[in-house]
């Protein structure tokens, strides 16, 4: 017998179901009078520093259909691209925003809606900075553990043409999964769980 | 730099990576949701960059009087949610065996009689007039937390011919970095629906389905009340830094 490094397993993941509404945004389905509000559901303040942006995002499944009952959180960087975390390092992020939502998608168009800043530019581990993105977690009935991703942004060529980790993705022709298209102050993403389509998915 | 409710120095190093055979896969068909919502393509891994060792802070002044206690928090004034009474506590540890102070933790769950109150729901369980099934809390500094609730039952669902879902405790839970961010799902010590269940099939070492069965825990009951379930929860771990060059300054 060998020595064991002796570390705990992590919790195995399960799926948040159909009805992780009750959970995380009881306001939205219903469920009034526990919590004042669904947290993550209101992201910039008045005073909160940057552009303001709309995402627009749908989560399809595999026949192109969109979940209706999918949860996706995204966490973000500042407009000076400091995270509003004690991890970050570098500094003191704006305090006026948390960095971090949560959305339901629509019970009926599918479509799920964040309004919030464009994140500045945050450094790789190398100390060269990655394009701006904001960070995806999307979990549903049917998905046993939550996905990653990221979102990047269409108006951003030069950044994300050296961007460390777009550059990782060997098949280019993937690239464009990560990229939501800029329509005025909207941005449009589409994540596809499946298929010719298909999003690229982190583990990290 | 937002709060962190301790007065440790925060960590800053990366995060073990997951084992993905110890999780349940993607696609796992006797579940068969997972079938058209399971990616085909491999994961693209990379170390932790800024944007996975960062993550929110919730700071306690953000809870209700009630967040933790389903069996009153939708329940109106005197009166109180039907079931067996019962607190589910324990510590939210990484993987190294520390507890993670200050993080959020959320539940949700079913009625005692299987019943969700979701306009999805159609299962002919009534609701519970007294029972929303919603409820949070935020770790203490050794990881620690508490609830109160009652016992929800299991219930039919629409995956094969006649299946039904153990009794369980969906939980929602965060560290300090986003990259530890999982949802899983809470058993009861016992319970023979476990084992013929196709979500928890989906893991597939039975260590690891016996690390989401809560055990009976009679030295927490309040006699005369509520029977008691100790559930942990682990996180992922953050590396030691060993001759770790970190260019980044973090």
């Known amino acids: 017998m060998t020595q064991s490094p002796d570390r705990l397993k992590e919790s195995p993941s399960q799926t948040a179901g159909p009805y992780v509404h009750i959970g995380l945004t009881p306001n939205f389905c ?8 669904d947290f993550g559901a209101t992201m910039v303040q008045d005073l909160t520093k940057g552009e303001r942006i709309e995402l627009r995002i749908r989560v399809l499944d595999g026949t192109g259909t969109p979940l209706k009952d999918a949860l996706v959180e995204i966490w973000q960087a500042d407009a000076e691209g400091l995270y509003n975390s004690p991890a970050e390092m570098r500094g003191g992020a704006d305090p006026t925003f948390q960095g971090w939502g949560r959305q339901p998608t629509d019970m009926e168009t599918g479509v799920c809606l964040f309004r919030t800043i464009k994140p500045g530019r945050v450094p790789f581990r190398d100390g060269r900075l990655m394009a701006p993105h904001i960070t995806l977690w999307i979990v549903a009935r049917g998905i046993n553990v939550g996905l990653n991703t990221r979102l990047y942004f269409s108006d951003e060529e030069k950044a994300n043409a050296e961007d460390p980790i777009l550059a990782r993705i060997e098949h280019r022709l993937r690239v464009p999964t990560l990229i939501a298209e800029r329509q005025g102050s ?16 982190f583990d990290s | 730099m937002a709060e962190t409710g301790s007065n440790q120095a925060p960590e800053a190093g990366a995060f073990f990576q997951r084992d993905r055979q110890w999780h349940p ?44 206690d389903l069996i009153h928090n ?3 004034p005197g009166e109180s949610a039907i079931g067996e009474r019962i607190i589910v506590h324990g510590r939210v540890l990484d993987e190294r065996g520390k507890g993670v102070p200050g993080v959020l933790l959320e539940f949700w769950q079913a009625n005692a009689g299987g019943r969700y109150r979701h306009k999805k729901d159609g299962y002919l369980a009534p609701l519970d007039p007294n029972f929303g099934g919603c409820g949070r809390t935020i770790t203490g500094e050794d990881g620690g937390y508490a ?7 299991p219930y039919p669902w629409p995956n094969g011919p006649n299946d039904w879902r153990p009794a369980h405790i969906h939980f929602s839970v965060f560290g300090h970095g986003f990259a530890q961010r999982l949802i899983t799902q809470m058993y009861f010590e016992g319970d023979p629906l476990i084992w013929r269940c196709p979500i928890v099939g989906g893991i597939p070492n039975k260590v690891a389905v016996e690390a989401l069965i809560a055990a009976l ?6 006699p005369m009340d509520a029977l008691a379930y100790k559930f942990d929860i682990v996180l992922r771990g953050r590396r030691s830094t060993l001759f770790e060059n970190r260019p980044e300054g973090n």
Do not use: C, W
């Open chain 1, 30 to 37: 219903g469920i009034g009078g526990v919590y004042a509000s």
């Open chain 1, 186 to 201: 909207t941005y449009v993403f589409d994540i596809h769980l499946q298929g010719e389509k298909e999003t690229v998915f």
């Open chain 2, 25 to 68: 896969p993607a696609l796992t068909p006797n579940y068969k949701s997972s079938v058209l919502r399971s990616p085909q393509k491999a994961l693209l891994s990379f170390d932790n960059t800024l944007s996975e060792l960062t993550g929110p802070v919730f700071g306690h002044a953000m809870l209700g009087e009630l967040d933790n």
């Open chain 2, 74 to 76: 939708f329940a109106r």
């Open chain 2, 147 to 153: 609830f109160r609730t009652v016992r929800p039952g």
């Open chain 2, 217 to 222: 825990d009679m030295q927490s009951t309040i």
